[in-house]
Nanobody
Framework: QVQLVESGGGLVQAGGSLTLSCAAS????????LGWFRQAPGKEREFVAS????????YYAAPVKGRFTISRDNAKNTVYLQMNLLKPEDTAGYYC????????????????????WGQGTQVTVSS
């Protein structure tokens, strides 16, 4: 079993950048595919980005493609989400998730396929 802890959220102006981190403990991170999801008040949780175990393949939701980058450092047991050109509509709680399943798109975008979740970190983008 793996435990996930996100950090790096905060308040930023539109056009700015933030980097979220998700540190894993309990198991080696390289046995899990990882994803980032977000949930804004009054909205359903939505897929943001995901990355395979090796880091060789990444997937992005259309609204963030070209602005966000997911990466992982298995030696540090950490996954990152670099967010650039942030927009007010990016405001949400951001959650890291892990799965032991071997998935490909579009399964990597389905939060039902992830069995482990962090507590979330808030990102607020002001206009």
């Amino acid at each position: 079993q793996v435990q996930l802890v996100e950090s790096g959220g905060g308040l930023v102006q539109a056009g700015g950048s933030l980097t979220l981190s998700c540190a894993a403990s309990g198991r080696y991170l390289n046995t899990y595919a990882l994803g980032w999801f977000r949930q804004a008040p009054g909205k359903e949780r939505e897929f943001v980005a995901s990355i395979t175990r090796s880091g060789g393949t990444t997937y992005y939701a259309a609204p963030v493609k070209g602005r966000f980058t997911i990466s992982r450092d298995n030696a540090k047991n950490t996954v990152y989400l670099q967010m650039n050109l942030l927009k007010p509509e990016d405001t949400a709680g951001y959650y890291c998730a892990a799965t032991v399943n071997v998935l490909t798109a579009p399964a990597m975008e389905d939060d039902r396929n992830y069995g482990y979740w962090g507590q979330g970190t808030q990102v607020t983008v002001s206009s």
